[in-house]
């Protein structure tokens, strides 16, 4: 990490390249993590695109690493078919190498709502808890 760190340093001093690499970085990681979610839920293109309402190709061309005009109602409807929650954030150049870091299935496959232990501890912890407020 530290030679692209090195690396990142001197390219960023240009600004055109700062943001290139930025929104390729990005690109990249939502077109992947659209890909790996569908796959770990079990779903084809097709069947994804009648969630969010779209045709197959509209998916295939989602999860190109070269696609650029993401939507923002478009990532609402694919989150919701996932069962996750949609995050839009601005960042500081520096919590790129994070992003780049990040790239792993635990980051780019969150667990869906229903599997989530914040809000669905197991049977266990939950019938405990009520048995001791009683």
């Known amino acids: 990490m530290n030679e692209l760190l090195e690396n990142l340093i001197e390219d960023f001093q240009n600004e055109e390249a700062r943001y290139a690499y930025s929104e390729s970085v990005a690109n990249a990681y939502v077109s992947e993590q659209i890909k790996r ?3 770990d839920r079990g779903l084809s293109q097709e069947e994804l695109a009648e969630l969010v309402g ?6 295939s061309r989602l999860q190109s690493k070269d ?3 993401w939507k923002v109602e478009t990532l609402r409807k694919l989150a919701k078919a996932f069962g996750v929650r949609l995050r839009i954030s601005f960042e ?3 919590t790129i190498t994070n992003d780049i870091a990040g790239f792993n299935e635990g980051n780019l496959v ?4 229903a599997d989530d232990p914040i809000f669905n501890p197991p049977a266990t912890e939950s019938h405990s808890l009520g048995a001791s407020q009683r």
């Open 37 to 39: 979610l569908r796959e």
């Open 54 to 59: 779209t045709k197959q190709s509209g998916i």
């Open 67 to 69: 696609y650029s005009a």
């Open 92 to 94: 500081e150049f520096g």
């Open 110 to 113: 969150p667990r869906k709502f």
